[in-house]
């Protein structure tokens, strides 16, 4: 049955003349490695047609070989892989691909060949593959799952292979605004458009095809008596002449979204072997509407009978569209047509006209009109009417078996051309959740409720004729329009006819012999829907689950109907009642790198640069990502073996000498206002109102929960003047909770909060020279005695000869330090001042490795302790707590569960064997008992080498944590498969008095 | 979705967050039941399918708390006011600028 | 306009006339002037008197001299001065709002940018939500919107010019003005962009 006979390729099946290509331009190409040509205009689809390749694909599941079915998005078949190496793309549907100069395309799912694929032995087994595999298969012993079904089926299924390489291309993301959006350029689109252009609306026309027309280009008929891409060229010259009318080609409006916004993919280097330079490959497009208007026509649907899958059958207006605007032959001996409506009448016309033999035209009416059928008749066909075909033979099809009057018969053709309707494309007016609703007149589901703002119009609204659909077109613009409040001038519309189109409903070839698909590309078939039926799958939702029915990535747009249909029958209800067909976005994969948009590597966010980063980047600095913040992590010295060595050369000079540090990540809130010190006795724990202007104050928030929030200095600038510090994680987050409290909670108060974390470079000046290196920059006569200026002290001054700055004595790092903040533009000036100043002292710049590692060796709580599940008392600042005011968490802190004092709480941990290293993220378990859960007592949460104390030192949350102070457990890394012993201490390592940042 | 806010216009969604319940009133700190109060206004939220009155932050622009109303079954924004009008029209102050 | 334009450095498309322009504007005082509960009123009347001009309480920006105000909130502005020093302006500033207002210096906060050019729509229509259609976002009409996710308050100026064509101010914060140039000329480069190289000083 199977025999290789011909090859994949065969003579030329263009056709002489006609068709919309420009035979001038040739195109090579090559498919598996042939080379082939086409010509400007074709698709990849129809350039292999014509070059008789017939043969392009294998099927999903059964490695079936398959063809091309269609002429459109829809194609379920023809999917293959689109160039090589990093731009490798699969499952590339060929009827969408514009043939390029050098386009390399390669088949998927065959191994070794196209021709011979030995997985097509599946068919044999196609029993293993039939409805509810994937769930049966999940029951089998699962043992054998992944060892032996997986890679199998993995290995016969797979569609297509995803390129191994980073994607070269960029990708944009951009938004457009218009008064009516029109989704599809065929003749509803068309009219619809031009009518808007002349009302002076905004409007945006936009099409998947890279040439527009529709059914204008692909039926042939003729407007205003002449032929129709005549009138095509006409409208698209006036509307290019409108400046705010967008015509799109190459796009496809892929989903619908809430308050009239539209997705829609641009492919605007699809059509080249590689973007031209400063282009993007795709643009996804973010429209907002005011109106929109749906005019994306309707999709052909197969008749589901006996080898409906063979290369050579092929949907009646596809082979109509391939012959008429590609001028190519889908067949090339002859062709039968098998049809239950008017439509493939029209089709089998055309072929005839254009010379291609019709043998037989097969439909399932016993009646037909006579001005349909005559021109037939008369270029010699056969007219098979009350007829169906039951089978289909040969590798690539070379006979047709028909059922008709009772009798079998056999044609000889090479093409079948198949019609089962039209099914309108209401796939968009889905998308919001509202469902299509059945028509019986037609035949087909209608658009139902739809989305707000859009009207659907022409063959998507069931208006087939060509006449309708313009008719339609210009009065649904209009009526949009006069909506918006638009003056529409009436204009006489173009002159066409309407095509006939008549039908009878018709599915299923009961009498079909061999496998009669339903959904061809996940190889859902007749039979497999007979079993869900028998299994009680009957339920449409169930349905698609069971037999995967609709689930590829076509969404079954050739399918769904045809299997409802077909388990209407099975059941003896009405389609309405077995269910309706819905369509989720997008309605034609989009590659998820258009959804990334330029959003990628570095990009992936926006990066914020301290306003010491030029200097940093001269000192050698090695940057870190904090948040959005690109930060010095540490400053390597020629000689240095690795960074811990320079992050313990940093600390120490710290600790010793001086070191500076650039802070200005920190988030800085400028509160102004009579009710500046209300706002932060009720966002702080701790009280304000008593606070001495010139002064600072640590202060730490909480959620309404109770869990702290963040933490950080406010100083007092004046009486009703503060300058809030926030972590640099959290700046964000509490200007939000500000603007919360002032807006929502408590909108009486009147203080007022900028932002200012811009606004200035701050720089930390720690260690015992961190006095003397700053004298020699402040202005005179400011005094930095400890005395006048002492810790917690808060200043504004000059510094550097008037220079405008503020002066914090705060210390992060136990030292005497401080904290100078200039206007950002200066800060590179000053950070250049301080290392001149503080040279004789060894200043030396530290990164936020060190920062790390001086604030775990003060037992400071940062992020890692910060983590929203830890309480004021959890991290030893419950003392701070007012008992005199009320503020945000109060009342929830107090809940019995988070003052339970076996709760985890911070403490300090180190290695009892000296060498031993600590790992953050450890499980503390008592000595002597198993490392499960149950015994599970806390985790380190930050771990450090601390130079000062030669040993690494960890901070932990503990269970009951400071009662276990001297106490010995394990940390155990599961992860690592490390344990060491530990002993509970304070988590203030150095210094514990704090005597030093006080000197 | 897109916001309609009173003071930039209409925004997609994307420039705001949203708290959820804009209908909750911070309880009285001082009241005998204040934990059982404050347990249901941290927690306790209803779940309606319908018209929802919800608080959205509109960070992505003129940073104003807004109370939005919003069907919950299709998204349809029926009203966006500032929050700080609601809570000072209620507490009888001053109104905002 | 035209001397910047000859130091400006091309990114992108060489050929033909840049599609986008981009010019910093140093040397401008900023601030934040946020009102105090209630006080808008009182405060425009104050500030109209000082500096001759009508507070905007929309997104807007209304100048008289070499002073401006944009409105980027309710009772919130973006206050400037071509000629000023920032913390002189912001004393001047809570001098005329007497207590009805609160004014924060942001000269240095803020990174200020002219952008022009044929292209321009086009160009942000990469990385900014909102519509700049001439006919909706109107002559010293703002906005605070984010560009390709950075915070951006943008104003439209006269530029000289079509009167389609697109002209405005675009003030971006310190830390992520390097970010924003990257994105911005990204957008830009199909066009031909201009950029002047102070801008990424
Ligand atoms: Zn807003």
Partial sequence: ?999 | MRIPCPYCGPRDAHEFTCLGDATLTRPDPAAPDAASAFHDYVYRRDNPAGPHRELWYHGGGCRSWLEVTRDTRTHAITDARFAADRSSAAQGTEDRP | MSDSRLNSVRHGRADGAAGVRATPLHHRALATLVAGRGQTAALAERIGTRFGLCLPTTPRRVSSGSVAFVGVGPGRWLAMDETGDGLAFETALVEAAAGHASATDQSDGLVLLRLSGPDLRRALAKGIGIDLHPAVFRLGDAATTPFALIGTTLWRIDGGGHAHDLTVEIAVARSYAADFLQALTEAAAEFGFDLHPTARG
């Fill in chain 1, 1 to 999: 049955m199977t025999a290789p006979t011909a090859q994949n390729t065969g003579p030329s099946r263009r056709l002489a003349k006609g068709g919309l290509i420009d035979r001038s331009q040739p195109l090579e190409f090559d498919f598996d490695g042939r080379p082939l040509s086409g010509v400007a205009g074709d698709t990849l689809a129809s350039a292999l047609l014509a070059n008789g390749v017939t043969l392009v694909g294998r099927s999903f599941k059964y490695h079936r070989p398959r063809g091309i079915l269609t002429a459109g998005s829809e194609e379920p078949n023809a999917l293959v892989e689109l160039r090589s190496g990093a731009r490798r793309e699969p499952n590339t549907r060929a009827t969408m691909v514009e043939l390029y100069d050098r386009l390399s395309a390669t088949s998927q799912n065959r191994w070794p060949s196209l021709e011979h694929d030995a997985l097509s032995i599946n068919r044999l087994a196609a029993p293993l593959f039939g409805a509810g595999f994937y769930y049966k298969t999940f029951m089998w012993p699962a043992a054998l799952w992944e060892r032996l079904y997986e890679p199998l089926i993995r290995r016969a299924a797979g569609l297509g292979r995803a390129a191994d390489h980073e994607d070269p291309d960029r990708y944009e993301k951009a938004t457009a605004h218009c008064d009516l959006l029109v989704i599809g350029a065929g003749p509803a689109g068309l009219m619809a458009a031009l009518t808007a252009a002349r009302s002076g609306a905004r409007v945006i026309l936009a099409d998947e095809d890279f040439r527009l027309g529709g059914r204008l280009l692909s039926d042939a008929p003729e407007v205003d008596g002449a032929p129709a891409p005549l009138w095509v060229d006409r409208v698209l010259g006036e509307l290019a002449s409108f400046p705010d009318v967008t015509v799109m080609p190459r796009t496809t409006v892929f989903g619908v979204y809430d308050g009239g916004t539209y997705g829609a993919v641009e492919r605007v280097s699809d059509h080249r072997a590689e973007p031209l330079p400063w282009q993007p490959r795709q643009r996804l497009w973010r429209i907002v509407a005011r109106r929109s208007l749906l005019a994306a026509g309707a999709i052909e649907r197969p008749i589901v009978f006996g080898g409906n899958d063979r290369p050579g059958v092929m949907m009646a207006g596809a082979m109509r569209a391939y012959a008429n605007r590609f001028a190519v032959a889908a067949a090339r001996e002859a062709v039968a047509v098998f049809a239950n409506n008017d439509s493939a009448w029209s089709a089998a016309r055309d072929l005839s006209r254009l010379g291609v033999r019709v043998a037989a035209v097969i439909d399932v009416r016993e009646r037909v009109d006579p001005a349909l059928t005559a021109p037939l008749a008369a270029a010699g066909a056969r007219l098979m009417l009350g007829s169906r075909v039951i089978a289909t033979s040969g590798k690539r099809l070379s006979v047709v078996e028909v059922l008709t009057g009772g009798k079998r018969e056999t044609l000889k053709v090479d093409g079948l051309a198949m019609s089962g309707g039209w099914s309108p494309t209401v796939n968009l007016t889905c998308h919001l959740g509202s469902r299509p609703v059945w028509n019986d007149a037609l035949s087909a589901f209608l658009p139902g409720s739809l989305p707000p703002g859009m009207t659907v119009a022409g063959a998507a609204n069931g208006r087939f004729g060509l006449a309708a659909c313009l008719a339609d077109g210009a009065a649904s613009a209009t009526a949009a329009l006069a909506d918006l409040g638009f003056a529409v001038p009436s204009a006489a519309l173009p002159r066409a006819d309407d095509d006939p189109a008549g039908l009878i409903p018709f599915w299923h070839v009961a009498e079909s012999k061999g496998a009669a698909f339903v959904d061809h590309q996940n190889d859902v078939t007749a039979k497999d829907i007979a079993i869900a039926h028998r299994e009680g799958f009957r339920a449409v939702e169930h349905l698609k689950r069971y037999t995967t029915l609709g689930m590829a990535t076509d969404q079954g747009k050739t399918a769904n109907l045809t299997g409802l249909a077909i388990m209407s029958a099975l059941t003896g209800k009405d389609i309405p009642e077995t269910g309706t067909t819905m369509f989720r976005p997008p309605y034609s994969p989009v590659a998820i790198g258009a959804f990334g948009g330029s959003h990628r590597g570095k990009a992936f966010r926006p990066t914020r640069l301290t306003p010491t980063h030029g200097w940093a980047t001269e000192h050698g600095a090695v940057f870190v990502e904090t948040g959005p913040w690109l930060r010095a992590q540490y400053f390597p010295r020629p000689g240095e073996r690795d960074w811990l060595e320079t992050v313990n050369r940093e600390v120490t000079a710290v600790r010793t000498g001086v070191g500076l540090c650039d802070v200005s990540t920190l988030g800085k809130i400028d509160i102004q206002g009579p009710d500046a010190a209300t706002l932060l006795e009720r966002v702080y724990i701790n009280g304000w109102s008593g606070l001495e202007v010139g002064k600072a104050r640590y202060g730490v928030m909480l959620r309404e929960d109770g869990m702290v929030m963040d933490d950080g200095t406010t100083a007092r600038l004046g009486p009703t003047h503060f300058v809030m510090t926030t972590t640099t994680a959290n700046a964000v987050k509490v200007f939000q909770h500000l603007e919360h409290a002032l807006q929502v909670l408590w909108p009486e108060l009147d203080a007022r909060i900028a932002s200012v974390s811009d606004q200035w470079a701050q720089i930390a000046v720690a260690g015992p020279k961190a006095r003397e290196t700053l004298a020699r920059i402040v202005d005179a006569p400011f005094d930095l005695g400890n005395a006048a200026f002492p810790y917690m002290a808060a200043a504004e001054l000059t510094v550097l000869g008037g220079l405008r700055a503020r002066l914090f004595r705060l210390s992060f790092s136990g030292e005497l330090a401080y904290e100078i903040a200039v206007p950002a533009r200066q800060g590179d000036r000053l950070v250049r001042a301080l290392m001149d100043a503080g040279a004789p002292f060894g200043i030396t710049p530290y990164g936020t490795e060190a920062l790390g590692v001086l604030r775990i060796e003060k037992g400071h709580a940062a992020g890692n302790e910060l983590n929203g599940q830890t309480t004021a008392h959890d991290l030893g600042l419950g003392r701070m707590m007012s008992g005199k005011k009320d503020f945000i968490g109060r009342v929830m802190s107090n809940r019995p569960g988070l003052r339970d004092p076996d709760r985890p709480a911070l403490v300090g941990l180190r290695p009892l064997p000296p060498g031993a290293r600590l790992r953050a993220g450890s499980h503390l378990i008592p000595v002597g008992q198993p490392t499960d859960a149950a015994n599970d007592q806390g985790y380190l949460t930050s771990v450090a080498h601390s130079p000062t104390l030669g040993h690494a030192i960890g901070l932990a949350l503990l269970a009951g944590g400071p009662r276990r102070i001297g106490e010995r457990l394990r940390a155990v890394d599961p992860l690592r498969n490390e344990e060491v012993e530990v002993e509970v201490c304070n988590p203030v390592f150095v210094d514990p008095q704090g005597e030093k940042l006080r000197v």
